[in-house]
Every structure is written in structure tokens, then in C-alpha cells.
């Protein structure tokens, strides 16, 4: 499946008259817990011409191509991805910490050193906690529920623990998450789920299991209190990423290799 990812990327350059910097895969694959039947869901930053961006009739600034049910790609223009990463989108970290790597190049590695510098912990925090909090009452409050939510629901709940904990975004990753921030109650009760989900094709619905939904309810709360403790968060100016994005125009007018 790789070679055709990058295949496609390739034509997507080529009839978008683009370049990729950096793509990634995202979703449950990259977070570790993909079923066999789980879907490719592949993102990716990219770069037009310079003079593209001094034209008054612009296009949109992302692109998408959902070539079929089993493979998903879409990318965001790079003035749109350094806008949001100045605003600290929760996405553009999760995309950029993805252990996936379809393919990258060296000016991708300028924008990840200073990526950090832009990470707000409340909206982090806010994103995973509505992440968590809208999926928890709409899939897991019944007497049956559909298993694979327990993930869309913990991985969240980890995430913001992580977060309040170490002050950085969380790693994609469900099982560094699950080792470091899952209480030892309900490891046993998650490594089992884990273990259905990956193996099979469509777990379905189940009987709710009790402590995990202990779990999360108690999380919920506690997560909101220690949010709505914290201070509030200065902004962040935008001289570093307009260097950034000039030398990005630059290189991709000169045509070295790390725009390639």
C-alpha cells in the first residue's frame, strides 16, 4: 500500500502543480490501534509556486482527493498550515508528530524544530477534552455501545493528561499514551479491547464495561477543573513563521532540493 500512496502523492504534485514537504499517515493507524479492515487516511503539507501567492484569484488552500473507501488523501497549502500553527491547531501537531512518515524533505525538519514554540496547552486541552466529551455521550452512554469508541474517547482523555503533565502536545501514539498516563485500574480492562479491535474486522456493539466508563466520567471532570485553573495564555507573534514562510518561497523559486 505504501508504493501507492506515494504514487498517488506524486500524480496529486503533478496535476496540482504542487510540491509535498511532508506527509503523513493519520487516524487509527498512526495512532496504533487500526483494525484489519482500517482505512488510509494519508495528510500532507505542500507548497505552490511564489507568484501563485500574489494573485488576487486564489484557490482554495487545501487539497483533497478521496480516491476510494480504503484510501483517503488531503493536504493543507503551507500559509494555512503556518496560520493555524500560530493559532496552535491540535491537528497540525497530531499530522506532524505522526510516526508514519509517507514522505518528507529538510525544509519540513525547519518547520518541526520550532513547532513547539507555538503550542497553546489550553487549546490543546479544549480540543481533546470536546473530542472526548462529544463522542463519550453520543456512542458510550447506553447499555450497548460500539466498542471502537472506548478508543475515540481514552486516546483523548490520555491526550490531555499528557498534556497538563508534560506542557507539550501529545505523541499519536495510543500505546506510549495508554503505558504513561492510563490509570492501572483499567489497563487490564482496555488491553483486552485493544486486543479484540485489532483482530477483528468490525468488533460491533457490547455490553458497556462499567470501569471504563467509571474512567472516563471521572476524567471528564477532573480534566475540565484543572483547565478552567489554569491562566491564560499570551499570543504568540508571526515574525518567525513569515521568515519562514519567504524562505519557503525562496527555495521553491530557486528549486533546491529542500522544497523537493
Known amino acids: 500500500m505504501r508504493e501507492t500512496i506515494l504514487k498517488k502523492l506524486t500524480e496529486i504534485e503533478k496535476s496540482e502543480n504542487i510540491k509535498i514537504i511532508h506527509a503523513v499517515e493519520s487516524g487509527s493507524r498512526a495512532w496504533g490501534f487500526a483494525s484489519p479492515d482500517s482505512d488510509y487516511d494519508v495528510r500532507f503539507f505542500y507548497i505552490r509556486e511564489r507568484d501563485y501567492y500574489l494573485r488576487l484569484d486564489k484557490t482554495r488552500d487545501v487539497v483533497e482527493y478521496p480516491i ?69 455521550r453520543a456512542y458510550l452512554k447506553g447499555e450497548t455501545v ?6 475515540y474517547v481514552i486516546r483523548p482523555i490520555l491526550a ?7 506542557n507539550c502536545p501529545p505523541p499519536m501514539e495510543f500505546a506510549i499514551l495508554a503505558d504513561t498516563m492510563l490509570d492501572e485500574s483499567v ?14 474486522a468490525e468488533i460491533g456493539e457490547i455490553p458497556k464495561i462499567a470501569v471504563l466508563n467509571e474512567f472516563i466520567e ?18 504568540t507573534e508571526y515574525t518567525q513563521l513569515n521568515q519562514l514562510f519567504l524562505r519557503a518561497l525562496n527555495l521553491h523559486k530557486a528549486g533546491e532540493q529542500s522544497c523537493r
Not at 106 to 133: Q, R
Not at 160 to 166: Q, S
Not at 227 to 232: E, N, V
Open 146 to 151: 460500539r466498542a471502537k469508541k472506548y478508543f
Open 68 to 136: 476510494d473507501a480504503v484510501l483517503d488523501i488531503n493536504g493543507w497549502d503551507l500559509d494555512k498550515t503556518l496560520r493555524l500553527l500560530h493559532s496552535s491547531n491540535p491537528t497540525l501537531f497530531e499530522w506532524g508528530n505522526s510516526p508514519i512518515i509517507y514522505k518528507t524533505t529538510p525544509f519540513f525538519a525547519e518547520i518541526k524544530s520550532i513547532v513547539n514554540d507555538y503550542f497553546k496547552k489550553k487549546a490543546g486541552l479544549y480540543h481533546y477534552l470536546n473530542m472526548a466529551d462529544g463522542n463519550y
Open 187 to 200: 489497563k487490564p480492562a482496555v488491553s483486552d479491547l485493544l486486543k479484540k479491535k485489532m483482530s477483528l
Open 160 to 166: 490531555c493528561k499528557w498534556i497538563l503533565k508534560n
Open 218 to 235: 471521572n476524567s471528564l471532570v477532573s480534566i475540565k477543573q484543572e483547565i478552567q485553573a489554569l491562566p491564560k495564555e499570551t499570543k
